[in-house]
């Protein structure tokens, strides 16, 4: 990815995420709680490139977001739509953030690949068709399960699903082990845990 305008705002942001990343890791566990809505909570740069490269590759073009926040990794999926002749569906219930991802968007000129949808994820995603080429998966932990259980089944053949977050924060490693195990009880689904960024559980549906 090259192009000046999209470097400019993905470094901006990165900037941004990396004060944010220390200042999380200084806050008490209690604390952390209280100033989740107002923080970024992107994926990082490694993973957004990762992202876009693997999505390149896939070929996806029917592409689901759940968590847009400020639309770090909306960017990257929308580089890469862009050059498949794809789209993407991003989900967002905080609509501060949402505003800024849509302004982060048009700063980018990617706005005529992505479809932003402002509600309760699991509210949306009951009546969002599918079927999905790609997923990533980040927003409220909690939900990962849930909102897994939804997709699932607009899975295409040879789907990827991108779920952030497997080991940073710490906080959220029970409910990230919690994740993995059910994904991973799918027969039709192979899933493995990749340590870079944040951690992340990449899983793949098998074509046939």
Known sequence: MKELRI???????DAHMEAEHNQFKALSPEDRGKHLDEMMLAVGSQTGELLNMLLKT???????EIGTSVGYSTIWLAEA?????GHVTTLECVAAKQAQAVENI?????????????????????????????VLLDLWKDQ???CFDLFYKKLAPGAIVVADNITFPPDFRTKMNNYQQHVRTKPDLDSIEINIGQGFELTRKEIS
Do not use: C, H, M
Request: no cysteine.
């Open 7 to 13: 470097v400019n705002v993905l470094s901006e942001l």
């Open 58 to 64: 896939q070929g996806g073009k029917r592409i689901l």
């Open 81 to 85: 739509a862009r050059v498949n002749g």
């Open 106 to 134: 048009r700063r980018v000129g990617l706005e005529d690949f992505v479809d932003f949808q402002l509600g309760d994820a699991l509210k949306l995603l009951e009546i969002l068709p599918g079927t999905w080429d790609f």
């Open 144 to 146: 990962y399960i849930p």
